[in-house]
């Protein structure tokens, strides 16, 4: 029979209140603890310090205490319930009382006992071959199968880092976290609604990401669904004027000098007209190969896998112009992979305020902006950009820039009447 640890000085060996009496049991990792019968059920109580024993032992004992008054009273079928009620129980090794909250626990969740069985059945079936796992373990699945998919760094670094915060926030089982909670961390960010709402379409990604992979039950609404998605009031996508690109277009075909820092960005210039006078995305021009410029067909063929869909983009007039020097190249036609900072640079050295998120893809916005004021052809305009039709009444319809818009497609790298820019040296890439 193995020997009983000795109790710790000061400690009682039994802790008595009335007739009840609990001898008191020394652990090896330092705790005490208590054994009594409920039934025929053994349960042990463990404390750290004698007083959290004792409270616990006095809670108990009065329990005993009232039972016992109680089964005084007791019927014959009062008897028979609660033995019955105690061996169904003895499997689990659950008390009668814990049972009984479990139970009000539970019904309180599903909105009456009479519901208990069918959410548990509902759960396991939905759910039955959900995998644990914190929400960190989550987020990082979730962005290297973003990275594996080949989005661009562009999307995938901002989603990233604010993934990542999101999961020092609620470092828990990912199953756990609760809309109210995302709701009362987003709220309480120091950032404006657009901001919010983008953070909360990231929160809704992954949680539809988790769901389809095994880390939600199939077929329910996520959590982060249910969060409200601020009403953010529409603006006028920030452009560029004609004036304006004409600097950034000077500036990028400036040679190197290393004397002042200045690095060579005349392979940037496809980069910028293709924007401005194609109207891509950013994400779009960085998957873009030479090999996608249809020089005969005089389009540009931008892939299915891009947010807009497949389509084919017409080459104006005045972007083969920009383009031809390049006619001869092969691979990527922007070899930057921030082409954001190449775009800081260049604004900088013009003077322009292009950097941050206001200017996200302005040189796109720029490219509808200026085609509906000039074409008044929406439909024509949505082919060529993938916007629908209502998108560019709401957003692109501004008919008083149709002068500037005639300035801006009339911009030709060889015509004279709007840049003065050196002939380039182009090699082959």
């Not at 020394?26 to 019968?37: H, I, T």
């Not at 988790?210 to 982060?224: F, H, I, Q, S, V």
């Not at 083969?320 to 800081?344: F, I």
């Amino acid at each position: 029979m193995k020997e009983r640890l000795p109790l710790p000085k000061g400690v009682p060996r039994t802790l008595r209140f009335e007739s009840v009496c609990f001898d008191v049991i020394p652990l090896g990792d330092g705790r005490l603890a208590f054994a009594y019968y409920q039934g025929k059920l053994r349960v042990v109580v463990k404390r750290r310090t004698i007083d959290e024993l004792r409270e616990e032992a006095e809670r108990i004992a009065t329990a005993i205490l009232n039972a016992d008054t109680a089964a005084k009273s007791m019927t014959a079928d009062d008897s028979r319930i609660f033995v019955s009620a105690t061996e169904t129980l003895a499997p689990f090794k659950v008390p009668l009382d814990a049972a009984a909250r479990i139970l009000r626990d539970a019904a309180q969740l599903v909105g009456g006992v009479e519901r208990v069985v069918e959410a548990c059945r509902f759960f396991n079936s939905a759910g039955a071959d959900t995998r644990a796992a914190t929400t960190a373990v989550v987020v990082a699945a979730f962005i290297r199968d973003l990275s594996a998919s080949g989005v661009t760094q562009l999307y995938l670094k901002p989603m990233e880092a604010d993934l990542k915060k999101f999961a020092e926030k609620f470092p828990s089982m990912f199953a756990a976290v609760r809309a109210t909670e995302m709701s009362d961390w987003l709220r309480d960010m120091p950032v404006g609604l657009r901001r919010r709402r983008n953070l909360r379409d990231k929160l809704v990604a992954l949680f539809n990401w988790a769901r389809d992979n095994g880390y939600l039950p199939d077929g329910l609404r996520t959590e982060a669904e249910k969060i409200k998605r601020p009403n953010v009031k529409r603006k006028a996508p920030a452009i560029y004027t004609p004036e304006e690109l004409d600097l950034l277009l000077v500036q990028a075909a400036q040679p190197a000098d290393p004397k002042i820092g200045r690095a060579d960005y005349t392979d940037f210039i496809p980069f910028i007209t293709i924007g401005a006078f194609a109207g891509l995305r950013v994400s779009e021009i960085q998957a873009l190969e030479w090999k996608h410029v249809h020089w005969k067909d005089g389009v540009i063929e931008v892939g299915e896998e891009h947010k807009t869909g497949y389509r084919l983009v017409p080459i104006q007039p005045n972007l083969m112009s920009w383009l031809a020097p390049y006619r001869e190249h092969m691979g990527k036609v922007c070899k930057q992979v921030r082409p954001d900072h190449v775009m800081r640079r260049l604004g900088d050295r013009a003077g322009l305020p292009v950097g941050g998120r206001r200017y996200n893809n302005a040189l796109r916005h720029s490219f509808v902006t200026y085609r509906v004021a000039v074409t008044k052809n929406m439909p024509l305009v949505s082919g060529e950009s993938g916007h629908s039709v209502a998108e560019l009444r709401k957003s692109y319809n501004r008919a008083s820039l149709e002068s500037a818009g005639t300035k801006w497609f009339s911009m030709s790298r060889d015509a004279g009447n709007v840049l003065q820019m050196p002939l380039l040296s182009m090699k082959r890439g």
